[in-house]
């Protein structure tokens, strides 16, 4: 039986980021699976049905669960920070010393403190640089989920980095009657037609300022920049995806997972479905990390400009193509061994790369990428990992 009974998790957005959700259930399934008498806590807005979902007891966020908090952190035998991308700053200046500083106080509570498989950078400011340093400080253990984290990360510490993949991929599945039922519901074809999915997000609007961005669009704070860089992008899509559906009468499902209103990847999806001049499509709204998944089995092929649907795809053996927006997706890429299979999102709108995304979709769709043998050392060195945290 495993030693740590009582462990507190310090996730990132489970209240909107599906994402964010799948590696909170993986990590609470994999923990059951080793200790099924471990008492798990969570901090999330969504008490009740998190409560359910992963079975753990939900601390509000904020200042009104802050003496919650404190008695989570002192009755824990293990605090885990991560998994997820918390320690970067193409976002806010705030970030980094807001994990920082929740790092320190919790560690006046309990002194076990492990990074949990993080996505650490880009750190691009030396503020950033230095607050990332004093929450490496507070660890006894660090891990990250890709090389190139890992390269940020130990230039921030004398400690030992490791890799430990994201947990999402060893989420499991669900049963997939009910998966063809539903896509069957958004008349999606389930008769050998080759399905790409899609998922997208917003971009060009991101600035490194200190309002994060979810308060900046909540309150008005700031205008929304790249509007022109945007439009630009969501027509090139467009012109892609016509192209595939025209040379491999393909059928396009946009499975967007941040559908928050600061994020809003619903509304990318519908404007390059309104932009597209064959809309043979279907988007469907998924909240439950399992469901999504199983999903991505019944996919050629996943475009993901979110980091998770690729994830998810992968670990199913499903061919990914990524547009990425920061340096994670080249890390996770590397770890499959395609990394020749990621296009930057500044690069295809200024370099006008449709032609090049249209050819990775394409042999995408014809040809099958061996990720199984890769995916399952990955799966493998987060099992051990979560043994050995627990033991």
Partial sequence: MADKNKILILAGDTDGNLGDRAIVSSMCQEFRRINPCVKITIISENSKPDSELYDVKV?????????????????????????????????????????????????????????????????????SRIFAKLAFACMKHISVRDPKAKITAQDLTSKPVRIVPDPALILPIKSGNNIKQLLRAKNVPLDGTP???VALRRWFHHKTT????KYAVKYHLRKISGTEQYDKMTMLLAQVLDKIIKLHNSFIVFLPTYNVSHEADYLTCRQVIHKMRYPRTALLLVNHPNHYKSITRCLKV???????????????GTNVIGI?????????????????????????????LSDKLTALLSEAIVTKDSLIDRVQIMADK??????????
Wanted: aromatic share 10%; charged share 20%; with cysteine.
């Fill in 195 to 197: 399905i790409v999915g």
């Fill in 302 to 316: 996943m475009l993901g400009a979110r980091m998770h649907p690729t994830i998810f795809s992968a670990s199913v």
């Fill in 59 to 127: 601390i509000k966020r904020g200042i009104h669960g802050l003496p919650s908090l404190i008695k989570a952190a002192r009755e824990s035998d293990l605090i885990l920070c991560g998994g997820g991308g918390l320690f970067q700053d193409d976002d806010s200046l705030v970030k980094m010393p807001y994990w920082a500083l929740r790092l320190l106080f919790v560690r006046l509570f309990c002194k076990t403190i492990i990074g949990y498989s993080l996505g650490v950078g880009p750190l691009r400011k030396t503020i």
């Fill in 210 to 213: 200190i309002i994060p961005h």
């Fill in 382 to 391: 987060i099992r051990t990992f979560n043994e050995e945290i627990l033991a």
């Fill in 324 to 352: 990425s927006y920061n340096q994670k997706f080249q890390g996770f890429f590397e770890l499959l061994g395609i990394p020749e299979k990621v296009i930057s999102i500044e690069d295809f709108v200024e370099n006008e």
